[in-house]
């Protein structure tokens, strides 16, 4: 495996939405992509990103600096997927906190915090580009200023989000919209709606079982 100058970037979920944005972050960064906690090896610094389960004190140790990218104003938000959370709560920009990693997940002392800009058309795809593109940059600020960067210990009252499931992904549905959604030509005249001055098509499939 090859190791970046400035330590690594763990993910453990191979399938995390992060694995593809973080594997350009780790290029431009000079640090080396892990998926396996077996080949943390130690270094200067060690990222974890989208990562569920809890990283041990034997592994941090090995590091100089262990940090978490998380997507929330951190104390409010910590637990499970806060930017789809807020964003379902109607906010329109996400705030992303940059702390050490710690004993009690998501409560460790913060290196920087900045907000980025969502806007109410911005796609999943999109959202998730855009965002590792903006955390990318304080990646970059914290490898540089390193030795000067004071983390402040998390202010205020926590609040969590559960992790979500399959279930929250169900979009309400009639008889009379399905039967127009499946007799819908999905080449000449796919099925779409229009919402927030854009327009959006719907690519409809039976799922497997």
């Known amino acids: 495996m090859s190791k970046g ?3 690594d970037v763990y993910i453990g979920d191979t399938a ?16 080396a992509f892990v998926i396996d ?7 200067k610094f060690l990222w974890l990103v989208g990562v569920t389960e809890k990283i041990g004190k034997s592994l941090r140790d090995k590091y100089e600096h262990v940090l978490v990218i998380h997507a929330s104003a951190l104390p409010k938000g910590r637990g499970w997927s806060p930017w789809i959370h807020e964003l379902r709560e109607g906010a329109d920009e996400i705030c992303i906190s940059v702390i050490e990693a710690a004993e009690k997940i998501d409560a460790g002392d913060v290196w920087i915090q900045s907000y980025m800009t969502v806007p ?17 940059d304080m990646m970059s600020y914290c490898i540089a200023h ?10 205020g009252e926590p609040t969590h989000y559960k992790r979500l499931t ?22 000449r005249y796919p099925p779409f709606f229009e919402i927030r001055g854009k327009r959006y098509e719907v690519f409809v499939r039976e799922a497997c079982e």
């Not at 995390?16 to 640090?31: A, K, N, T």
């Not at 911005?122 to 955390?135: E, H, R, V």
């Not at 399959?166 to 819908?184: K, N, V």
Request: charged share 25%.
């Open 146 to 155: 390193a030795d000067d960067i004071m983390p402040t210990p998390q202010q």
């Open 120 to 136: 109410k058309t911005m796609l999943y795809d999109d959202i998730i580009n855009a965002m590792y593109a903006f955390a990318h």
């Open 5 to 7: 100058t400035n330590g």
């Open 16 to 31: 995390h939405p992060s694995v593809i944005p973080m594997l350009f972050s780790c290029c431009e960064l000079d640090l």
């Open 166 to 187: 399959d279930e929250d992904s169900r979009i309400p549905m009639d008889e009379a919209t399905f039967d127009r959604l499946r007799t819908c030509d999905p080449l």
């Open 37 to 43: 906690k077996k080949h943390l090896n130690g270094g």
